[in-house]
């Protein structure tokens, strides 16, 4: 047998982009942890606390496509070395950016954070496409476990960096994403990731033809709640938290829960998925995300606070693991790049919004209308999961 033709990278690219995947988003849940009380310090005005984070997602949303055509075209890992670059520089002007002072300077250091954000979101998909189609939903659950060790690298980062460049200045913490980043482009010069196949580029089903069809409509609505429904919760935290008298250290930690709350279970979604069906995995993401906003109701005490999060990664798990797995699933190969554009796009445009109208909410109305806030969308995702029911439609089939 030729060693070659046995050889099989998936497994390889797997642990690669899930190594990736825990130094992104250690430094996003170390951004999550720091952005809206340096944003406090910094800005002009209280109002603008959120402002940097939800700027971080803006880039992220309209690098979006360019980053999944990009891939498309020039190969997945030159579009991930190019988003690593971005977090690097981005980290940096955001450190200068605290120790001058400069708010305008911070808003753009997190906004060359989204773009390293924007091609990351892809780390699940490059392992997707790589897999077999009985392994995929496993390969995207594995890829995203990557964020178990953010859970803890990320918050434990910020608490030890915030004074390295002066008492509660938080310059350090922005230091350290820049590191991280240069650590991930290290590491994504060792994945061996086919190059795509440029004749197919412009073969396959339009945006509206895709969006047409109500497994894939489906798939983007569960990526879209679960993220969407996540942040404007997530965001409002450490702010809440800070409101009812728990202190920086605190807000850490129940970040630090709800970060690993997201990534551990995706050792065992995909084999969930294989075992019992996408069906029962998403309305499970659903349920958990319903009882979040009950348990933020019971009160604002740090257990309350913590267990809430914890319930809202969970969801998030079931619905963005599910979701993910339920898009590829229903596009073609030569669909790959628009496909998985579309998804995204639109999953960060709703990031974006909410990471936008959170810190406004939260001031003008209060912690519990952030909550009440997500219901009606998790309601109308939940119908649209009861509806998508055929086999066919690849929602209610187990995973071949």
């Not at 797997?14 to 996003?28: E, G, I, R, T, W």
């Not at 753009?108 to 077999?132: C, E, P, Q």
């Not at 795509?196 to 509206?208: K, Y």
């Not at 790049?337 to 445009?349: G, K, M, P």
Request: aromatic letters at 10%; a positive charge; one cysteine or more.
């Amino acid at each position: 047998m030729n060693p070659e033709a046995a050889y099989d990278p998936t497994r390889r690219n797997v642990l690669l982009l899930a190594f990736c995947q825990a130094l992104h988003m250690s430094c996003m849940s170390l951004l999550m942890t720091i952005s809206a009380i340096v944003g406090a310090k910094v800005a002009p005005s209280e109002d603008l606390a959120t402002l940097p984070l939800a700027l971080q997602f803006l880039f992220m949303m309209v690098f979006s496509i360019p980053a999944s055509l990009g891939m498309g075209r020039y190969g997945r890992r030159i579009g991930f070395s190019l988003g690593a670059l971005g977090g690097l520089g981005g980290g940096l002007l955001a450190a200068f950016a605290v120790l001058w002072g400069d708010f305008l300077l911070l808003c753009l250091g997190t906004g060359f954070v989204g773009i390293a954000s924007a091609h990351a979101t892809y780390y699940r998909f490059a392992a997707a496409d790589t897999a077999k189609p009985g392994e995929r939903s496993r390969a995207i659950s594995w890829v995203l476990a990557g964020g178990v060790l953010a859970a803890v690298l990320g918050p434990q980062l910020a608490k030890e960096t915030r004074g390295l460049m002066g008492p509660e200045s938080y310059a350090g913490a922005f230091f350290a994403i820049a590191v991280l980043q240069v650590l991930i482009l290290a590491v994504l010069q060792f994945i061996q990731i086919p190059r795509p196949d440029r004749r197919r580029a412009a073969v396959g089903r339009s945006v509206a033809q895709l969006l047409a069809q109500p497994a894939f409509l489906t798939a983007v609505l569960c990526s879209m709640v679960s993220y969407g429904a996540m942040n404007l919760i997530m965001v409002a935290t450490p702010l809440a938290m800070v409101q009812h008298h728990h202190g920086f250290d605190a807000a850490a930690t129940v970040i630090q829960f709800h970060v690993l709350a997201m990534y551990l279970p995706s050792f065992f979604t995909g084999g969930l998925i294989q075992r019992i069906g996408l069906r029962p995995v998403l309305i499970g993401g659903v349920l958990m995300i319903l009882g979040c906003v009950a348990v933020n109701f019971t009160g604002v005490a740090f257990l309350q606070f913590t267990g809430a999060l914890v319930l809202l990664g969970m969801g998030w798990n079931f619905l963005f693991v599910g979701g993910s797995t339920l898009l590829v699933r229903n596009y073609e190969p030569e669909e790959q790049a628009r496909a998985q554009a579309i998804n995204d796009f639109s999953t960060f445009t709703t990031v974006t919004v909410t990471a936008f109208g959170s810190g406004a909410l939260l001031k003008a109305l209060g912690w519990q209308a952030v909550n009440l806030a997500v219901v009606p969308a998790l309601l109308l995702v939940l119908l649209f999961i009861l509806r998508a029911t055929s086999a066919k439609q690849g929602i209610a089939a187990r995973e071949a």
